[in-house]
């Protein structure tokens, strides 16, 4: 009985797996390294300031800052009595040719009931400052942020204003806000 020699018998490797992850390893090391190189390109400088409160970050496509501000910045009437809950928050993207665009809000409390505020805001603010109606529950929509109360828009081609007034835990909250293009200071 002769026996026949056996083939040899292929061998295992569990170094492909190995090869695969270190591959995956290194790939995922260059883009972290490249995505450092690039933002290190973009951002020419963040500057932060907090005693002012301030940060703000130079790219060459523009600069974006964001700070706080006096809340006469927003440019609309304050309620009388009214104390300032959070002052002017600003965020301001210049943009190169002195283009700038920004947000500015700022929020008031009232002990004052909602009509009369409303009736207030109502008598001073001009006629461009439209009344916006709520749905069935009351809430309303201005420019994609649901509220409840009473809000009043103005809306030029680049700039909306807006005053928000609702009821909160028996407090009357204003909130005034300017979105929109802003003269080069």
């Not at 061998?11 to 290194?26: E, H, K, M, T």
């Not at 009595?81 to 283009?99: F, I, Y």
């Not at 749905?135 to 807006?162: N, P």
Request: aromatic share 6%; proline share 5%; with cysteine.
């Amino acid at each position: 009985m002769s026996t026949a020699p056996m083939p040899p018998r292929p061998q295992r490797s569990g170094n492909w797996l190995w090869w695969i992850l270190g591959f995956a390893g290194a790939g995922v090391v260059l883009l972290m390294v490249c995505g450092l190189v690039v933002a290190g390109l973009f951002v020419k400088s963040i500057r932060v300031r907090p005693k002012e409160h301030e940060v703000a970050i130079r790219t060459p496509a523009g600069d974006l800052t964001v700070s706080s501000t006096s809340a006469s910045g927003v440019g609309l009437p304050v309620y009388p009595g009214a104390t300032l809950v959070e002052s002017g928050k600003n965020v301001e993207l210049a943009l190169p040719e002195d283009k700038r665009v920004g947000i500015i809000v700022a929020k008031y409390r009232s002990s004052d009931s909602l009509g009369s505020v409303a009736a207030w805001y109502r008598a001073r603010l001009g006629p461009e400052f439209k009344r916006e109606t709520g749905d069935k529950e009351g809430r309303i929509r201005v420019h994609g942020v649901m509220t409840e109360g009473v809000a009043y828009v103005a809306e030029d081609d680049d700039l909306a204003r807006v005053v928000a007034i609702s009821e909160k835990f028996g407090r009357v909250e204003i909130a005034l806000l300017r979105i929109g293009k802003r003269e080069a200071q």
